[in-house]
């Protein structure tokens, strides 16, 4: 079966860098995906990785080792509005659905 | 596009009494997911769909979960009966694949719906 692992907290605060890491054991490998929610709100999508190396889009970059079964979502110039929590997901075997880690809650505070 | 559309935002039901949830797809897309989402277990798939197919129901809890989707705009959760462990917050998601199967497919999830079993 799928399986991910992340941290269940991170805090940080304004303007700084946080990386929240993702490790992953899969039948079947066809990319990382990472969501954000915000507290009481639907998760949305951030990115996706199908090959090693980084992703960057503004301030939010992701990275994937297929080596290693590990990512990692790094959020640069942190602002309060990112407090929010943030999913890292990978397919199921058959590729056409997600299986979502438990979540990393990230506080920034001022 | 309005987007996912699920209702009720919540409710709140007794133990035992049926529940049905309800969801419309953004228009277009082929894929339709629901999940349950606790603080315990985290956001768990349920079932999803493909055309109004099932797919996979093995995330379905129990047999008291059933799931329908008769048509491209419309699909169901529904809980009989329900149980306060029941109680979560319920998402519909859909997604557009294309024809081309792929975990790259962004999927793009309503509000959801708060329900309390007491």
């Known amino acids: 079966g799928q399986s991910l692992e992340q941290p269940s907290e991170v805090t940080a605060v304004e303007g700084a860098i946080v990386q929240i890491n993702c490790t992953y054991q899969?039948?079947?490998?066809?990319?990382l995906s990472w969501y954000q929610q915000h507290d009481g709100g639907a998760p949305t999508f951030l990115s996706y990785n199908a090959l090693d190396g980084l992703e960057e889009t503004g301030r939010f970059s992701s990275f994937l080792s297929r080596s290693d079964s590990y990512g990692y979502l790094l959020l640069q110039e942190l602002q309060m509005k990112d407090s929010a929590s943030y999913f890292c997901a990978v397919a199921n075997q058959a590729g056409t659905a997600l299986i979502f880690g438990k979540g990393t809650t990230l506080s920034v505070s001022s | 596009d309005a987007g996912v559309i699920q209702s009720p935002r919540h409710e709140v039901t007794e133990m035992g009494q049926e529940v049905t949830l309800r969801c419309k797809p953004i228009?277009?897309?082929?894929?339709l997911f629901w999940y349950r989402q606790t603080m315990m277990r985290g956001l768990e798939l349920l079932i999803y769909f493909n055309n109004n197919v099932p797919i996979d129901d093995s995330g379905m809890p129990e047999d008291r979960f059933s799931a329908k989707m008769p048509n491209a705009s419309f699909s169901t959760l529904k809980i009989q009966p329900s149980e306060p462990r029941d109680s979560a917050v319920y998402f519909c998601?859909?997604?557009?694949?294309?024809?081309?199967?792929?975990?790259?497919?962004?999927?793009?999830f309503g509000p959801g719906t708060r329900l309390t079993v007491l």
């Open positions: 899969t039948s079947g490998f066809y990319g």
């Open positions: 998601a859909s997604s557009f694949s294309g024809g081309i199967q792929s975990s790259y497919n962004e999927q793009f």
């Open positions: 228009s277009g897309h082929d894929y």
